[in-house]
């Protein structure tokens, strides 16, 4: 079993929110796996920029909440999102200036450990609120 990948421990109990998370890590984990398998780079790119896509999705999804609701932890929450979406853009940039740049094992457990820390951290903390005014 890879150890890459969702499980229930990381749900809020937000189903649009939970729906999301369940992407990113199923995202993280067809990347790991396509470079396993050693699919070409341009596979790789591919879904490497899904991933980045998604991502901001999410994070404007967050965002756009955080502002409707008045999220008191708002800019340091956000802070994180840009923290995390630069890092992915410099990971990205190295993966398409070199065309032999692996997405190595470190880099693998960044995405996934970040991940799971913010779920599970940061993600969690907005929940009071969130649950307050129903969001689904
Ligand atoms: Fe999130
Ligand atoms: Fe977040």
Redesign the pocket.
């Given at each position: 079993m890879s150890k890459f990948g969702w499980n229930e421990k990381m749900a809020l109990g937000i189903e649009s929110i939970d729906r999301e998370h369940q992407k990113l890590f199923e995202m993280i984990d067809q990347l790991q796996k396509a470079m396993t398998k050693g699919q070409s780079s341009s596979a790789l790119g591919q879904i490497f920029a899904g991933l980045i896509d998604y991502t901001n999705n999410h994070?404007g999804h967050?965002a756009r909440l955080f502002e409707e609701l008045g999220y008191e932890n708002r800019a340091a929450?956000l802070a994180?999102?840009d923290l995390f979406t630069d890092k992915m853009a410099v990971l990205k940039s190295q993966f398409d200036a070199q065309s032999n740049f692996m997405i190595g094992v470190d880099v693998m457990n960044f995405l996934n450990d970040w991940l799971i820390e913010?779920v599970m951290g940061?993600?969690r903390k907005y929940l009071p609120l969130f649950n307050k005014n129903g969001v689904k």
């Open positions: 994070f967050e929450h994180k999102h913010h940061e993600d």
